[in-house]
């Protein structure tokens, strides 16, 4: 296949699978009855038609691309991070600990330091997963989706009790919520009557770090070697579980800080519920973004969108919100699926000479050498296929 | 299932291809009533393909299957077992933690009644099988348990009990020591009187000794048929790689190097296996600068762990090796690659390059941590780049550029990516393990070459291989490893086939 | 209370609690034996849930209404099929990479039930469900009768299953072509056995399994539906199969041990010793982690291709 046909066929796979979750999601909005064209409509557009609706689709952006960065590190080596929502949860704790116990200190030194201390809260929770990963070969999926479970119940149980607004005491709501935080600890407001905040440009700058740890340094190419075939980077010297707990301490930490930024620019104190699931979008969003930082930053923006038009669509259109779930279960499923057809050139040869086969040619003669990539296939039968779909299909600038 | 007898069996015009090859090239074949035919061709020459396209396994592109002159179609390898065709493939398609009953009883369909399996047909029938063949098997073995040798005789009787009257074996000697190998010959051939065998091989003195007809596929079609004893061996291998082959052989004329100026110095290594064995027993070994030691052995006696121990890939339970005089036993494998050790590794898809990796990456794996390709942390693309294009020129690696993934290259091209960053870092020591394995010999001839040439240069080497000819064409020395321990060194010119091979199954005759 | 009297409630707790992890975790156990890892498990409960609480709701005083536990349950399983099938059609034929793919079917199953119980049911209903069903004879036996027959039909169903799966798995002819295509595919292959069609089979039983278990939750022992129903169940049923060693004898044991650790916390609250709840709801999550971290890998017993997919013409 030459290289705008090829690009055509990877276009036409993304294509097919979009349409394969809309799909699904219709299927779905049809068993509520509702009118699909118009719940669509009402999720992709919806927010666009205002200024604030574009600010909070940023807002949403902001966590959201943290997060797909930390478990795009974790993911490129070789590590499965779900426990986003747990780490967030902890960086929240730690940070507004952090800043309520160092209100005293100018802004400059405490947003820093809070976030900071997010940071490590996440670090943290993600680098157990990491330990028992690296010296006990637990499953790190498992660990993780228990640990967001335990971290949910700590979470709670602090909310509720020693880190409660002592307010909440006197006023016996009892909600669980801590005191809010100092303003010398708040991350300020770029747009007045807007919740847009100045995490934005931490999100951004943390994109192309994250862009020159992976791809311009040897820690980075380590971690993308062990990441990519971890029996091949040990043999090389690499020390692989030392960099699997790495991966894990980094993934944690971007959640924490994701955390962090929520509570110092948008809540401005740690309530329940503030995840909110962005811990699992963040997958999505890292997924889609092809697990890159310049992939991943409009991704954010696209899973900002849709969260934020799924909301609209309860009172608009009479959708449950939980309605982006499935489109986020549904794009999931479309995108590892349609990883196998993308950069296989296997599976690209089978499909073409069936197309052909379908439109009445003779299939296209296979001399050898008939793609690039195989130069020399005398010496082996199948050359192209040594590497794992599934493996070689990450590009690796 | 048919039990008509298989008179003769056709290919015609058979054709397949995979992406950017075409592994069959419109191959005709017959094979005719209690004959032996071989089917000789470098790896990678459509052999196996052929085959399991006439299991049913893979489907052809074109051309057609005739059985007693009527066209079959085999979608599934259901259908050939039921026109009495099996297959002995060279992996061998045992399941390791079942029972060898459990593994028959797999293709056995008449054992599968409706809610049980009848296990104890199946064992009836392969203790009939064994006893008509002469080829004990315990029918309550786990496999995991059992020999090489061993699971070569439960694959033969698993074909046998599916019916089989017209045998396929593919290289069915690969993992079996010289011994072995004769009686498996002696064997095929008393059954050859029942049988119609089709016989895969590249090793041409098993052709000679086997087979009644020969075929020699090269690069997908059949460019020589005839009968095998117009053939002398040197002929066959010609036909086989369409020019005269010449393999490189060390002269290691001169004097005796002295003993205990060891570049490489082992002494009493002991490591574990995986399930906590005693992999290595008491090895001691020294390899001197710009020798070459050649470890002969069948697979599984302990060169996987030795090679891993030596590279800091293996715990050491006890012992020492020395490399230019510093310890490096139970060291980690970036210490050992900082002192000078060079690797080339066993399965070179998964432990010798990182597939998804460019070339370029993979050239700079061991050494990204340090200058030139590093600095501060921060990698130096420029040098990278430079460098690749430099070690593609030098080790004449095929790539249409050097940012193409490495595996998506042959496997040729793949060995010589390895070679490349291996010899391009200057090492003082090299651990060669199968370097040649499924390489064609054009590929086998510039990787020996490299050796011989890294040899003069004062590397001190040691050849894992089980091609007892590329561990003699190479070796000053060779050294035998049976269970663990090295029985004995013997120089390299000294050394027959025959006496390495009964080294090889343990015998010591003196 | 007496301690006799609490480690009997505890007991008597635990054993229904039992079931939901016992029904996914042999479903997942099959599943794993052919070398699929599911972690949909807990998507397929979260829908396996919601169907089957849906007749019983709106069937509430019809006629109909004795059969609608019945129809709910039915519905469970074939939903549960239906959505093992789905996903064996991306790790089998798509041959997507498992762990992830099985968080898609997660948040797939958790948002269609989500959203289709907001809109049909609305808050929180609670449904009759299945009744205890006391075997005649059996229950009276002191103690022993309380824990183990005087429960509603579908424990003593998971429990018989036990030996049914572990008769399918060892001694009939399609458990041993599932345990061939989870540990050497390309053997099973080479035998005509179609690997991709056992993993199907393998996966929609087990989704049925995990429809089933999911219907336990909402019909049998919640008799309600929420969003938060699920609460990792089919996570820890995942972990059980580990735990389990891929034997359903081994899985039934695990799936016991977390349900006493899980009856000893209620019954810590009921009994009002002073601590936390949020760490006693903690327990079952930290207790998967010790388990997996304890559980040493076993050579040559389970399906060493777990996780992997298969494709014929891929050479090794």
């Given amino acids: 296949m030459n290289k705008s046909g090829k690009l055509a066929y990877n276009a036409a796979i993304v294509i097919a699978a979009a349409a394969a979750a809309m799909g699904i999601g219709a299927i779905v909005l049809a068993a509520v009855g509702a009118d699909i064209g118009k719940a669509y409509a009402v999720i992709l557009t919806e927010p666009l038609k205002d200024m604030i609706g574009i600010t909070e689709i940023v807002v949403r952006a902001v966590p959201l691309s943290l997060i797909a960065l930390g478990i795009a590190i974790a993911f490129r080596s070789g590590i499965l991070n779900i426990g986003a929502e747990g780490q967030m949860l902890m960086g929240i704790l730690a940070c507004s600990a952090t800043a309520i116990a160092g209100a005293a200190l100018p802004k400059p030194i405490l947003v820093p330091l809070a976030i900071l201390a997010g940071a490590a809260g996440g670090a943290v929770w993600g680098g157990i997963a990491g330990v028992l990963r690296a010296k006990l070969g637990v499953n790190e999926i498992l660990s993780t989706v228990m640990l967001n479970y335990i971290a949910a119940q700590f979470y709670t149980f602090l909310l509720r009790g020693p880190m409660m607004d002592p307010e909440e005491l006197v006023t016996g709501s009892g909600t669980p919520q801590t005191v809010r935080m100092p303003r010398s600890a708040w991350l300020d407001r770029l747009i007045p009557g807007t919740r847009l905040h100045t995490g934005v440009f931490i999100a951004i700058g943390l994109a192309i770090v994250v862009f020159f740890l992976l791809w311009r340094t040897t820690a980075g190419f380590r971690m993308r070697a062990a990441g990519a075939e971890a029996k091949a980077a040990r043999y090389a010297g690499v020390k692989v579980e030392r960099y699997l707990v790495i991966a894990m301490l980094l993934s944690g930490a971007f959640a924490g800080m994701a955390g962090a930024v929520e509570i110092l620019g948008v809540h401005r104190r740690a309530i329940e519920g503030i995840s909110g699931g962005y811990g699992f979008t963040g997958i999505v969003v890292a997924l889609f973004g092809g697990l890159h930082p310049a992939g991943i930053i409009p991704a954010s923006l696209f899973f900002g969108l849709l969260l934020l038009g799924a909301d609209m669509t309860q009172r608009l259109a009479d959708v449950p919100a939980n309605m982006v779930l499935v489109l986020q279960g549904a794009i999931i499923l479309a995108i590892v699926s349609a990883r196998q057809f993308i950069n296989n050139p296997y599976v690209q040869d089978k499909l073409s000479r069936a197309l052909a086969k379908l439109f009445g040619r003779a299939a296209p003669p296979a001399p050898p050498g008939s793609i690039e990539a195989c130069p020399d296939p005398s010496d082996s039968p199948d050359p192209c296929l040594a590497g794992e779909p599934g493996v070689s299909e990450e590009e690796t600038r | ?510 | 209370m007496n301690a006799g009297s609490f480690v009997l409630n505890i007991l008597i707790l635990g054993v229904p609690f039992s079931v939901a992890l016992l029904l996914a975790a042999l479903g997942e156990t099959i599943n794993q034996r052919a070398g699929i890892f599911n972690l949909g498990c807990e998507g397929i409960m979260a829908m396996g849930a919601f169907v089957a609480f849906l007749p019983p709701f709106f069937m509430a005083g019809t006629p109909q209404a004795p059969f609608a536990n019945l129809i709910g349950l039915v519905l469970a399983i074939v939903v549960g099929a239906l959505l093992g099938i789905l996903f064996a059609l991306v790790v089998v034929t798509f041959r997507a990479p498992q762990g992830i793919a099985g968080i898609g079917l997660q948040m797939l199953g958790w948002g269609v039930a989500g959203t289709l119980f907001r809109h049909y049911v609305g808050g929180v209903t609670g449904v009759a469900g299945i009744a205890a069903f006391p075997i005649p004879g059996l229950s009276r036996i002191p103690v022993l009768g309380q824990i183990l027959f005087n429960h509603n039909p579908l424990v003593y169903l998971a429990f018989l299953l036990v030996p049914v799966f572990w008769y399918v798995l060892f001694k009939t002819p399609w458990g041993l072509k599932v345990r061939a295509v989870g540990t050497y595919p390309r053997a099973a292959d080479s035998l005509g056995i179609p690997v991709a069609r056992v993993r199907y089979q393998a996966l929609a039983l087990g989704g049925a399994m995990a429809g089933l278990a999911g219907a336990y939750l909402s019909l049998a022992q919640a008799k309600m539906f929420a969003d938060d129903l699920i609460a990792g169940r089919g996570f820890i049923a995942v972990a059980l199969v580990y735990f389990g060693r891929w034997n359903p004898v081994g899985v039934m044991v695990g799936a016991l041990l977390f349900s006493l650790a899980q009856a000893l916390q209620l019954s810590i609250q009921v009994a009002g010793i002073d601590f936390p709840y949020e760490f006693a709801v903690m327990l079952p999550y930290v207790l998967v982690i010790v388990v997996l971290a304890l559980v040493r890998k076993a050579r040559m017993v389970g399906p060493t291709e777990l996780g992997k997919p298969f494709d014929r013409e891929q050479r090794v």
């Fill in chain 2, 1 to 510: 299932m048919g039990h008509e007898p298989i008179r003769s069996l056709e290919l015609r015009g058979i054709t397949k291809r995979f992406p950017g090859i075409l592994a069959c090239d419109h191959i005709d074949l017959s094979v005719g009533e209690h004959s032996v035919r071989a089917l000789v061709g470098e790896n990678g020459a459509g052999k196996t393909t052929l085959m399991n396209i006439l299991m049913g396994l893979y489907q052809p592109d074109e051309g057609r299957i005739l059985l007693n002159g009527s066209e079959v179609r085999f979608r599934s390898p259901n259908d050939a077992f039921d026109h009495g065709i099996g297959m002995v493939h060279q992996h061998f398609m045992l399941v390791q933690n079942m029972t060898v009953a459990e593994n028959v009883a797999l293709g056995m369909k008449s054992s599968h009644r409706p809610f049980r399996l009848d296990i104890g047909a199946v064992r009836k029938r392969i203790l009939e099988v064994s006893e008509r063949h002469d080829l004990p098997v315990n029918p309550d073995a786990l496999v995991w348990q059992l020999s090489v040798g061993e699971q070569q005789r439960v694959e033969l009787v698993k074909t046998l009990c599916l019916g089989a009257r017209f045998l396929i074996l593919d290289e069915p000697t690969s993992a079996l020591t010289p011994q072995e190998t004769d009686e498996l010959i002696a064997l095929l051939s008393k059954m050859s009187s029942e049988l119609s065998i089709v016989f895969i091989s590249h090793k041409l003195h098993e052709v000679k000794a086997l087979s009644d007809t020969v075929s020699i596929l090269r690069r997908g079609r059949i460019v020589f048929e005839g009968r095998t004893e117009d053939q002398t061996p040197a002929d066959l291998a010609a036909l086989m790689t369409g020019h005269d082959v010449e393999l490189p052989r060390v002269d290691s004329g001169g004097a005796e190097r002295p003993v205990g100026t060891g570049m490489l110095s082992i002494r009493e290594l002991c490591v574990k296996g995986d399930r906590g064995n005693l992999a290595l027993d008491g090895v001691t070994l020294d390899i001197a600068p710009g020798e070459i030691v050649g470890l002969a052995g069948v697979s599984g006696n302990g060169q996987r762990e030795f090679a891993e121990a030596l590279n800091g890939l293996r715990g050491v339970d006890s012992g020492s090796i020395l490399l230019d005089g510093a310890q490096i036993a139970g060291r980690c494998a970036g210490a050992v690659i900082g002192e000078g050790m060079g690797y080339i590794p066993e399965d070179r898809n998964t432990e010798g390059i990182v597939p998804s990796f460019s070339v370029r990456e993979n050239l700079v794996l061991k050494d990204i941590g340090g200058e030139p390709w590093s600095k501060a942390g921060f990698l130096r693309l420029g040098a990278i780049a430079d460098n690749a294009n430099d070690l593609k020129e030098r080790f004449d690696i095929r790539c249409p550029t050097t940012d193409t993934a490495a595996g998506s290259l042959s496997g040729g091209n793949i060995q010589k990516v390895i070679l490349a960053r291996e010899l391009a870092r200057g090492p003082k020591a090299l651990v060669a393990v199968y370097p040649t394995r499924g390489l064609d010999m054009g590929a086998e001839e510039f990787i020996h070459k490299q050796l011989l040439a890294r040899r003069s240069e004062g590397v001190a080497i040691l050849l894992i291989s089980e091609e007892l000819e590329e561990i003699m064409n190479l070796s000053d020395r060779i050294a035998v490893i049976y269970k663990g321990k090295i029985l004995k060194v013997v120089p390299g010119k000294d050394a027959s086939k025959r006496s390495l091979g009964l080294l090889m199954a343990g015998v010591v005759d003196e």
